[in-house]
């Protein structure tokens, strides 16, 4: 290592003790790829600050051993625009904190990701110690919603189940922005199979502004925000929000781009990894064995193997989106609530000291992973 080397190597520690680990690895992807995110002088900041927001005197005062008060507001602001710090205005004050590389960094690259950068993402996000550490989060930092038009008028549906009580709830401000999984997947070569829009993820609030003050995405009025939902469930794209009651963001997911979905497929119990309210049930007595729902299920829960070729939801798989439901021609598929369906931390802020509470050790992480593989091998 060397000596430029070691500032990285500190911060990588730092951000490994926040809500969401950020492990090292061996063949130096991890510094590689912080390298991409910090400067040298943004790193050294950056040990001031933890995942929980911070006003900005604070962040001088802890600071000033090494840096005037005007570089820090520099240093903030560059990190900031690069994405690899988080932002929130309360009361006319800025507050700064960490962001995990997922969700977070990675997603924060939705203006412009250069393939350099995706390339040193890749190669850190698919080695096994940050699966392990991505793996163990608890409770997870994303959950998924079903589409409107699944769910029936004899559900009690809570406020945090239904995306349009969540935008008509949220005080805004409203912006649109470009999918990054989407995106990378199209600089590669491998545009998705699901739709040609970009701009399919949304973001409400403290995030919306967060957004916006970048200049990563466009600003928009209830109406439309509703008009990009109805699109992207017609599309047949999953809804994501983050894990709380008061998410401020939601990914629309297909399962060609999204890493999210492509985890989810991997796993062979993606719901012991995943929040959901849900899951679908076929009726096979009316099933007409069309396959229409196979084809709309984005992480592989439904197949035509019942006793006369009918669809089948494997339960373990499903993830409760409510896409194979309204486009079943003989109404055969209904979703039902989970036993297990637990109630979300309040708002984000809220679910990162969850994670946080909840982190295993180093040992537990990995017979949480070694018990993975061996359900993949079963």
Same mark, same amino acid.
């Given at each position: 290592?060397?000596?430029?080397?070691?500032?990285?190597?500190?911060?990588?520690?730092?951000?490994?003790?926040?809500?969401?680990?950020?492990?090292?690895?061996?063949?130096?992807?991890?510094?590689?790829?912080?390298?991409?995110?910090?400067?040298?002088?943004?790193?050294?900041?950056?040990?001031?600050?933890? @995942?929980?927001?911070?006003?900005?005197?604070?962040?001088?005062?802890?600071?000033?051993?090494?840096?005037?008060?005007?570089?820090?507001?520099?240093?903030?602001? !560059?990190?900031?625009?690069?994405?690899?710090?988080?932002?929130?205005?309360?009361?006319?004050?800025?507050?700064? @904190?960490?962001?995990?590389?997922?969700?977070?960094?990675?997603?924060?690259?939705?203006?412009?990701?250069?393939?350099?950068?995706? @390339?040193?993402?890749?190669?850190?996000?698919?080695?096994?110690?940050?699966?392990?550490?991505?793996?163990?989060?608890?409770? !997870?930092?994303?959950?998924?919603?079903?589409?409107?038009?699944?769910?029936?008028?004899?559900?009690?549906?809570?406020?945090?189940?239904?995306?349009?009580?969540?935008?008509?709830?949220?005080?805004?401000?409203?912006?649109?922005?470009?999918?990054?999984?989407?995106?990378?997947?199209?600089?590669?070569?491998?545009?998705?199979?699901?739709?040609?829009?970009?701009?399919?993820?949304?973001?409400?609030?403290?995030?919306?502004?967060?957004?916006?003050?970048?200049?990563?995405?466009?600003?928009?009025?209830?109406?439309?925000?509703?008009?990009?939902?109805?699109?992207?469930?017609?599309?047949?794209?999953?809804?994501?929000?983050?894990?709380?009651?008061?998410?401020?963001?939601?990914?629309?997911?297909?399962?060609?781009?999204?890493?999210?979905?492509?985890?989810?497929?991997?796993?062979?119990?993606?719901?012991?990894?995943?929040?959901?309210?849900?899951?679908?049930?076929?009726?096979?007595?009316?099933?007409?064995?069309?396959?229409?729902?196979?084809?709309?299920?984005?992480?592989?829960?439904? !197949?035509?193997?019942?006793?006369?070729?009918?669809?089948?939801?494997?339960?373990?798989?499903?993830?409760?989106?409510?896409?194979?439901?309204?486009?079943?021609?003989?109404?055969?598929?209904?979703?039902?609530?989970?036993?297990?369906?637990?109630?979300?931390?309040?708002?984000?802020?809220?679910?990162?000291?969850?994670?946080?509470?909840?982190?295993?050790?180093?040992?537990?992480?990995?017979?949480?992973?070694?018990?993975?593989?061996?359900?993949?091998?079963?």
């Amino acid at each position: 290592m060397t000596d430029s080397d070691t500032i990285y190597r500190i911060l990588q520690q730092h951000l490994d003790d926040q809500a969401v680990g950020f492990p090292s690895i061996k063949t130096g992807a991890d510094i590689r790829l912080l390298k991409r995110l910090f400067t040298p002088d943004e790193a050294k900041l950056a040990l001031h600050l933890t @995942y929980q927001p911070a006003h900005r005197d604070l962040i001088i005062d802890r600071a000033a051993a090494g840096f005037s008060a005007a570089q820090t507001d520099s240093l903030l602001e !560059s990190m900031f625009q690069r994405g690899a710090l988080g932002w929130k205005e309360r009361a006319g004050a800025s507050y700064w @904190y960490l962001l995990p590389l997922l969700i977070g960094m990675y997603e924060a690259q939705d203006g412009n990701p250069s393939l350099e950068f995706l @390339y040193d993402a890749d190669a850190y996000m698919k080695t096994l110690s940050f699966g392990k550490s991505f793996l163990s989060v608890k409770p !997870s930092q994303m959950r998924t919603i079903p589409i409107n038009k699944s769910i029936s008028v004899e559900h009690h549906v809570a406020t945090y189940d239904s995306i349009r009580a969540l935008v008509k709830e949220s005080s805004g401000p409203y912006a649109v922005l470009p999918c990054i999984c989407r995106k990378s997947s199209a600089m590669r070569n491998r545009p998705c199979a699901k739709t040609s829009r970009d701009e399919t993820c949304l973001a409400f609030g403290d995030m919306a502004a967060m957004v916006l003050r970048r200049g990563h995405g466009r600003e928009l009025d209830r109406e439309v925000v509703m008009a990009i939902l109805e699109k992207n469930e017609e599309d047949g794209l999953v809804l994501q929000p983050a894990n709380a009651q008061q998410p401020e963001f939601v990914c629309s997911c297909c399962g060609c781009c999204c890493g999210m979905l492509a985890y989810q497929k991997f796993l062979r119990r993606p719901v012991d990894f995943w929040a959901s309210t849900y899951s679908a049930e076929v009726t096979a007595a009316t099933c007409v064995h069309c396959g229409t729902c196979a084809e709309r299920c984005q992480v592989g829960a439904i !197949s035509l193997s019942g006793p006369g070729g009918e669809a089948m939801v494997n339960r373990s798989r499903c993830i409760g989106c409510g896409l194979c439901v309204p486009t079943c021609p003989s109404q055969s598929i209904k979703l039902l609530q989970n036993p297990s369906a637990t109630v979300p931390p309040r708002n984000e802020e809220a679910l990162c000291d969850e994670i946080k509470a909840n982190r295993p050790g180093a040992a537990e992480q990995w017979k949480i992973l070694v018990k993975t593989a061996l359900k993949l091998k079963q």
